[in-house]
């Protein structure tokens, strides 16, 4: 019996149209409620997923190229403008940035309230803590949460695998299935027999950016399998001789697995929408903050 395939495409569609109607009501009663973001990149990097989906959803989404020669102050001073103008409500700087720039001051720029990718100190501090309070979660953690939720996937007491440690998936997402009340074992490539790790996950979450590294065989029966990966592998069948493939090998692990997340048309566009639901959340907050300040001003 083959594993039911998460349909990563159809709920993140669903998410964009209940946002799209969020607006819509929204906009009944305050017609400027116009939920927008910025995002800062790097010419010739790839977002244009972002901007249709943003377009689908009734979000505006602002774009600023800036040339590898930029220099890291020039950067923080796009950021800056971003952050002041109220009529954006998110910012994101699109990763990587230039080796001669720091990420790290970089994503720490960007103002906690409209930190929509969820990756500066504020937001990751707070997810770490228990029980504390993130203004936004990071959007592909988020992503893989919602999922396994769709799926009807109950964690509490269960034993979760998280394959990866980056700042971006893996360590977000072994905070957020803890918060879950999961068992979560956090490994990596020079982990130790990572296989008797995965044989005994009930869910594994596989973030570590190699072609088809996790085997179904390495897999416990009935387990759940959300691949994260991206990665293009050659292929001559294919126009453009590559085609993209996840860090899990899906022909095998889907006969041993249960539920597990297709590449593409899993993780990817979740992650997308949960970028969405963060700028809304963040335009929300805006326009509630505003009206208590106008009711305490009489």
């Not at 927008?36 to 790097?42: V, Y």
């Not at 860090?247 to 692990?253: E, G, K, P, Q």
Request: aromatic letters at 4%; one cysteine or more.
């Amino acid at each position: 019996m083959t594993a039911t395939r998460i349909d990563g495409t159809a709920i993140a569609r669903r998410i964009r149209e209940r946002l799209r109607a969020q607006i819509e009501k929204e906009q009944e009663t305050n017609p400027r409620f116009k939920p927008a973001f910025t995002i800062i990149q790097e010419l010739g990097t790839y977002v244009r997923m972002k901007l249709k989906a943003a377009e689908e959803a009734n979000i505006i989404c602002n774009l600023v190229h800036y040339p590898k020669s930029t220099t890291e102050l020039q950067l923080l001073e796009h950021i800056t403008s971003a952050n002041n103008d109220p009529s954006v409500h998110g910012v994101l700087v699109q990763l990587p940035v230039p080796d001669h720039i720091s990420e790290h001051a970089i994503t720490s720029a960007v103002a906690d309230e409209k930190d929509v990718d969820g990756f500066g100190v504020a937001n990751i501090g707070e997810l770490a803590k228990r029980r504390g309070r993130p203004l936004f979660v990071p959007c592909t953690p988020k992503g893989v949460m919602a999922l396994l939720q769709e799926s009807g996937v109950d964690l509490v007491g269960k034993h979760a695998v998280v394959v990866g440690r980056s700042d971006i998936v893996g360590s977000p997402v072994s905070h957020l299935l803890r918060n879950a009340d999961a068992t979560v074992t956090v490994c990596h490539r020079r982990t130790e027999g990572l296989e008797n790790f995965i044989k005994h996950a009930d869910v594994v979450v596989v973030a570590i950016g190699q072609p088809n590294y996790v085997k179904g065989e390495w897999l416990k029966p009935g387990a759940v399998v959300i691949d994260v990966g991206t990665n293009y592998i050659p292929d001559e069948s294919k126009k453009s001789g590559q085609r993209l493939v996840g860090d899990v090998d899906f022909d095998s692990a889907i006969e041993v697995a249960s539920q597990i997340t297709p590449v593409p048309g899993g993780v990817g566009p979740m992650t997308v929408a949960m970028l969405l639901q963060n700028v809304v959340d963040s335009a929300t907050y805006y326009f509630e903050r505003e009206r208590a300040q106008k009711n305490h001003n009489g």
